[in-house]
C-alpha cells in the first residue's frame, strides 16, 4: 500500500509554469506505475501523463504533449509533473496515482489516489 501527497499547486498566469510533485509513503514505491490526473469544476477527471517504474517509459494526453514532463526519483519516492505554457483551460484539480507495474491511462486501472493540489491559470 502507498500513500500519496501531492504539492506544488498555485496561481499562475497564462503562459507560465508550475511544477508539481507527489511523494509516496513505503519502501515499494520503485514498483509502481505512475500516473496524474486532473478534474476541471464540472468535468470528469481526466488523464494527463503517466510514467513506468523505472521513468523509461512515458505517456501524455493530447492536450498537454509538449507542454507537461512527467519525471520521477525513486530514491526520493517522489514524482513530478512539469507544467510549462500553462493555459487557462489547464485549471483543474490535480491528483497523482498509483498502480503496480505498469503505466496506464485510465483512472479505473489505479489503485491509490493523493488528496489533490489545485492549479489555477489566470490573468
Known amino acids: 500500500q502507498v500513500q500519496l501527497v501531492e504539492s506544488g499547486g498555485g496561481l499562475v498566469q497564462p503562459g507560465g509554469s508550475l511544477r508539481l510533485s507527489c511523494v509516496g509513503s513505503?519502501?515499494?514505491?520503485?514498483?509502481?506505475?505512475m500516473g496524474w490526473f486532473r478534474q476541471a469544476p464540472g468535468k470528469e477527471r481526466e488523464f494527463v501523463a503517466t510514467i513506468s517504474t523505472s521513468g523509461r517509459s512515458t505517456n501524455y494526453a493530447v492536450s498537454v504533449k509538449g507542454r507537461f514532463t512527467i519525471s520521477r526519483d525513486n530514491a526520493k519516492n517522489t514524482v513530478y509533473l512539469q507544467m510549462n505554457s500553462l493555459k487557462p483551460e489547464d485549471t483543474a484539480l490535480y491528483y497523482c496515482a498509483a498502480r503496480t507495474y505498469y503505466i496506464a491511462d485510465a483512472e479505473t486501472k489505479y489503485d491509490y489516489w493523493g488528496q489533490g493540489t489545485q492549479v489555477t491559470v489566470s490573468s
Open positions: 513505503g519502501r515499494t514505491f520503485s514498483s509502481y506505475a
